[in-house]
């Protein structure tokens, strides 16, 4: 279903970045902020949720987001860095993000966890593929399927099924949410170098970059055909 | 510990209660209902906090609170029952207690977060001494300290200590905080007979029921020294 990259070669996972490449410090940060962003963004669009089960599945998903938090300042503490002051630079970018895609229904609260959630799960799982396995193995187990957002899929395609009107909003809703993510994510790269650096010193540099965004629309659109939103 | 514990047989007790008084049920969804609760409320007052630091604390206790939640759904199901709709008679009784005691400022919140959840845990710890194991162990290991909200102890005593106007008023909504928990706990027991039922089947009985509220208010002197409030 997923369009999954191409299995590493051992060239691609042992790809000369060092592990103490200054650019993982970086993107542990940044994954970090942006589970706490979420977190806090989760509880807050749950308030338009209909009914307390519904409140609960999105506080279970922000639970989930804060156990990631805590598995990557415990990877950063190994590295010797105190992950507030280091993740405070990412706060603009991810803020940024949530501000410019405030659901205005519980409908679009749904589909923006769904796809936020997939669209930082390929974002930073393409990233892993470039790591050197001791770090993309916090990344992976990290962004791990928590199952969490599988929820949406049932109560999202049963709206759009019934309303042809609701299929074009989120349509269109899910769209921006993909604009606003890749432009905030282009924002992130132009002002982080080491995070930069850190994709372009592994195996397939700026072709993987280039393809990178590509890819990112193809699992999108892989998702809008489960969301019934295609 | 955890490793394969002995078919639950209702007459294996040492409590007098059975594993299948229906009370059981109740007391695991009350708690359940808490756990939401104490989730929403600690992400709405964290908005009061200074700084990232503080978000990230209470957000940290608020995603443990929901992971108790899991662990009193999973307990229930095995049961044979659906937590959301027998949660649902314990709202009025939590929403009440959080909406009378809603702090006013980042200290007051605090001190909520420390008292409120000692108070809960001294309240449902004293019920599992007298429950069958198997049933305790499940509500001595959703309550077990999870030493979150030790970061509450230091910001308290110093903001005490600066001030002797802070000591006074965080003394008086400490009681406040008391008297609001005493008041909501006489309701649920009030409404819920299969609860009383619960308590009162085992050992001790009625004179358990009077004491408590005694060594609750003691247990919540201790804690008002160690914020500096005594």
């Known amino acids: 279903m997923n369009s999954t990259p191409p299995a590493p070669s051992p060239e691609q996972t042992t790809s000369g970045v060092s592990t103490d490449h200054p650019g993982v410090n970086e993107l542990f940060a940044l994954l970090a902020y ?31 987001e804060m156990n990631h938090y805590e598995m990557l300042r415990d990877a950063l503490e190994r590295r010797g860095v105190d992950v507030v002051p280091a993740m405070t630079k990412y706060a603009s970018a991810l803020e940024n993000y949530h501000r410019l895609t405030t659901p205005s229904t519980w409908l679009e609260a749904l589909v923006k966890t769904y796809v936020g959630d997939a669209l930082a799960a390929d974002f930073y799982l393409e990233i892993a593929d470039s790591l050197p ?6 990344v992976r187990s990290v962004l791990a399927e928590t199952g969490h ?39 992130v790269l132009a002002d982080h170098d080491e995070l930069v650096d850190l994709v372009m010193s592994s195996g397939e540099g700026l072709t993987q970059m280039t393809e990178f965004f590509d890819r990112l629309q193809h699992t999108h659109s892989t998702r809008m055909h489960e969301l019934g939103l295609a």
Chains 1, 2 share one sequence.
């Open 149 to 187: 957002s599988q929820f949406v899929v049932a109560e999202v395609q049963a709206a759009v099924t019934a309303s042809d009107k609701q299929r074009h909003r989120l349509a269109l809703w899910s769209r921006r949410l993909l604009g606003e993510a890749i432009t905030q994510a282009q924002y």
């Open 34 to 64: 942006g589970e706490v962003a979420a977190f806090y963004r989760l509880t807050e669009e749950a308030r338009m949720a209909p009914n307390l089960r519904g409140r609960i599945n999105m506080a279970s998903m922000a639970a989930a």
């Open 133 to 138: 396995d001791e770090i993309a193995d916090v």
